[in-house]
């Protein structure tokens, strides 16, 4: 792993920053995904928040990730940011439900609120 930090140490925006890694701006990012959109014909315009947005649902949501790490890795302050990304997935709540149909005492915790 330090391999791949070692790659960027010596890169201007590390050494000014005193950073790990070089991180851009969002317009400048938007700009790279545009490019790549173009180069792969794909016609959704690809934007840093849509990378978020996917990130948070498709790949930490639906693999259950608990909403409480999601706002970290997000780098949010308040779990109420983090709902607005939380997209609840129909196959996520089958899921729930059926662990709620499989264990008796959430079925009756349940049926007493």
Do not use: W
Not at 46 to 65: K, W
């Amino acid at each position: 792993m330090r391999s791949h930090y070692r790659k960027y140490e010596e890169h201007p925006r590390v050494i000014e920053k005193k950073i790990l890694l070089p991180v851009y701006t969002n317009q400048r990012t938007n700009s790279y995904l545009k490019e790549i959109a173009a180069a792969c014909k794909i016609k959704k315009t690809l934007t840093t928040h849509l990378a978020r947005h996917t990130f948070a649902t498709t790949v930490t949501f639906s693999n259950g990730v608990p909403i409480e790490s999601v706002s970290k890795m997000l780098g949010h302050t308040s779990l109420k940011t983090t709902q607005i990304y939380a997209k609840v997935l129909d196959s996520k709540i089958s899921e729930d439900m059926e662990k709620l149909k499989n264990d008796p005492a959430l079925l009756e915790f349940a049926r007493t609120i």
